[in-house]
């Protein structure tokens, strides 16, 4: 009997933003048989809105980046859920290891320059990312002289690489392609919309159609989300009948499946996940690509404690503190960024730390990596910062069911002539007819990687795919 949308038996490997996406689509579209596998207790993987102090706190994608090209804004641009940030973080102050702090009319002009250093589409250029913004950085510097102080050029310099690691999802910038900025397509307009308090799990009720204040109405999926359901082994060869094994020992057949898990999930577990191995080229691409670190850390606090005029700070080392705290048990605090305020949240601060040093800091307890933050406090302001009420700070690695934050383009991708397309590629059954096992994720988007609009698309991508094959047979 052949298979039509109403028999096809759909399962999806994951219910973040991608496989709502894939779910909702492919039920809009007549199929009737979809089934979503997640390993957490909960929806939203890399979206994750908690109830926090006096609203909710989005422990992972926290803005909306942008508006015209952006599925996300499209989506919801009418129902008055986004709220513009506009400047405000370009208030967010500099503060020296020494406690000095920067005049703003000062780091506005290495802000510009910094800011300046990035490549933009038009540029060719070989080499890293980091190369490049270093390279122009210091020209735009040395042409400026010599009223620019070179001190705190470094001071300043390094503190944006650490701010851009933030941004790419790197380690370091050193192992970014300049192909990442290129084929990366920003969209225009507010770049940091939020949800004003009800978090980026109010985009996954809308693609749900799931009640408001509701968070356990799944709408359009309801009783087809199974939680807990982490997926050890996958068998896609010898017949068209696919077949998963759950980690709790569960066998679930299927007819297709739409795999949505993280990059650093395949990274660490294709070889077993997958029975046969994945083709070579998957394996390049899994290999190639990489998924990046970054954490937050979040702070409630009785009252806010930032001075009226201060909306967050940034932290600049001194070489000589910076050459110190290396050889102590605070070497992972220099890869902390900044801290600021966040909107609809009075009482809060919320800090990012990236690369290697937010994975040790992920090994680290709790009440350790909140002494660490007092004393960096301590160490660079001249105001108190009391412990806070309650503090929380994210793992993203330390997660099996996420290995990392959001990926990017490596110079490694480009040696093997490798990218998002090759995530992408679907494996075809044995007549070339319908597509067996496919890909989704944000890894998998060749032009809005490492974003919930980019992982919302890649979702919509494989479901218009399979159905495609439906309608077209
Ligand atoms: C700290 C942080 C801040 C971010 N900020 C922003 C932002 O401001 N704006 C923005 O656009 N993006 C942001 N992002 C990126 C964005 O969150 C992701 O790109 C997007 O949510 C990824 O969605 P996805 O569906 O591709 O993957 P995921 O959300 O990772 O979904 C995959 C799902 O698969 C599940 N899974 C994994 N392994 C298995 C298994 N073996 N079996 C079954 N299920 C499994 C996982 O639990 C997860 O739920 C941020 C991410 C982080 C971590």
């Not at 392609?177 to 809308?206: A, M, P, Q, V």
């Not at 406090?377 to 994210?394: A, D, M, S, V, Y």
């Not at 099996?400 to 679907?426: Q, V």
Request: hydrophobic share 35%; aromatic share 10%; charged share 25%.
């Amino acid at each position: 009997m052949s298979k039509t949308k109403e028999t096809a038996r759909v399962v999806i490997i994951g219910a973040g933003a991608s496989g709502i996406a894939a779910g909702t689509r492919l039920l809009e579209q007549g199929f009737r048989n979809v089934l979503l596998l997640e390993a957490e207790d909960r929806i939203g993987g890399r979206i994750c809105s908690i109830p926090f102090a006096d609203s909710l706190m989005d422990l992972g994608a926290q803005w909306c980046h942008g508006e015209k090209g952006n599925v996300v804004y499209e989506f919801v641009k009418d129902l008055n859920f986004l709220e513009r940030t506009g400047d405000y973080y370009k208030n967010v102050q500099f503060v020296r290891s020494n406690k000095d702090k920067i005049v703003a009319e000062q780091s506005k002009i290495f802000i510009e320059i910094a800011e300046n250093s990035i490549p933009n589409k038009n540029v060719e250029f070989y080499g890293t990312e980091g190369d490049y913004v270093k390279q122009k950085y210091w020209q735009e510097i040395n042409e400026q002289k010599p009223s620019i102080d070179n001190t705190l050029a470094t001071e300043f310099l390094e503190s944006f690489l650490k701010y851009e690691c933030s941004v790419d999802g790197c380690d370091n910038l050193f192992e970014v392609s300049n192909r990442n900025h290129k084929e990366f397509i920003e969209s225009d307009g507010d770049n940091l919309l939020h949800w004003r308090d009800k978090g980026y799990r109010t985009f996954l009720r809308l693609l749900m159609d799931g009640k408001e204040n509701q968070p356990n109405d799944l709408g359009k999926l309801n009783g087809r989300v199974l939680f807990n359901r982490r997926i050890a082994e996958i068998k896609w060869s010898q017949c068209n009948e696919l077949i998963l094994r759950c980690w709790n020992g569960e066998i679930i057949q299927a007819d297709h499946i739409i795999c949505t898990v993280s990059l650093g999930v395949l990274k660490e577990q294709h070889s077993q996940l997958f029975v046969p191995p994945l083709p070579r080229s998957k394996v390049r691409a899994i290999e190639g690509l990489k998924l990046g670190t970054v954490d937050k850390f979040v702070m409630e606090f009785q009252v806010q404690p930032l001075p009226a005029d201060c909306v967050g700070f940034n932290f600049l080392w001194l070489q000589k503190d910076l050459q110190e705290i290396r050889s102590t048990e605070w070497f992972w605090l220099e890869s902390v960024g900044s801290f600021h305020r966040v909107s609809h949240q009075p009482r809060l601060l919320e800090g990012w730390i990236t690369g290697q040093h937010a994975r040790h800091m992920e090994t680290l307890t709790e009440e350790k990596v909140l002494e660490g933050l007092l004393w960096l406090f301590g160490k660079f302001l001249c105001f108190n910062i009391p412990e806070p009420k309650r503090f929380i700070r994210t793992q993203w690695h330390a997660n099996p069911n996420f290995r990392g934050s959001y990926s990017f383009r490596t110079t490694l991708a480009d040696d093997l002539n490798i990218g998002p397309w090759d995530l992408e590629a679907p494996i075809m059954d044995s007549l070339n007819k319908y597509p067996k096992l496919q890909f989704a994720g944000e890894a998998s988007s060749k032009t809005h990687f490492g974003t919930v609009n980019g992982a919302t698309e890649t979702g919509w991508r494989e479901a218009d795919r399979l159905s495609q094959c439906y309608t077209t047979t």
